[in-house]
Nanobody
Framework: QVQLVESGGGLVQAGGSLRLSCAASGRTFSNYAMHWFRRPPGKEREFVAG????????DYADSVKGRFTISRDNAKNMVYLQMNSLKPEDTAVYYC????????????????WGQGTQVTVSS
């Protein structure tokens, strides 16, 4: 099993940056590809980014390519999402999730989720 706890959300102006963190517990963390999803207000949960278990490959939603960067530190059981050039449409609750397959975009296929962290981007 993997337990996930997100942090780092907050209120930021458009054009600003935030770094989200996801702390994982469980001995099998390094076996999983890790992902970030988000749920904008009034919308369904959507895929944002993913990274393989080794960190050697990444996958991004088109809406965040070039602005967001996912990374992980297996020694610390941590996953990060660096978000730059933030836009009001990035406002959402951001979730960390674990899956065996990189880039699995259907949230119903995931078992392990964090509780989420709110990101609000003001215009």
């Amino acid at each position: 099993q993997v337990q996930l706890v997100e942090s780092g959300g907050g209120l930021v102006q458009a054009g600003g940056s935030l770094r989200l963190s996801c702390a994982a517990s469980g001995r099998t963390f390094s076996n999983y590809a890790m992902h970030w999803f988000r749920r904008p207000p009034g919308k369904e949960r959507e895929f944002v980014a993913g990274i393989t278990s080794s960190g050697g490959d990444t996958d991004y939603a088109d809406s965040v390519k070039g602005r967001f960067t996912i990374s992980r530190d297996n020694a610390k059981n941590m996953v990060y999402l660096q978000m730059n050039s933030l836009k009001p449409e990035d406002t959402a609750v951001y979730y960390c999730a674990a899956h065996n397959v990189l880039g699995m975009r259907d949230p119903r296929r995931y078992v392990y989720w964090g509780q989420g962290t709110q990101v609000t981007v003001s215009s």
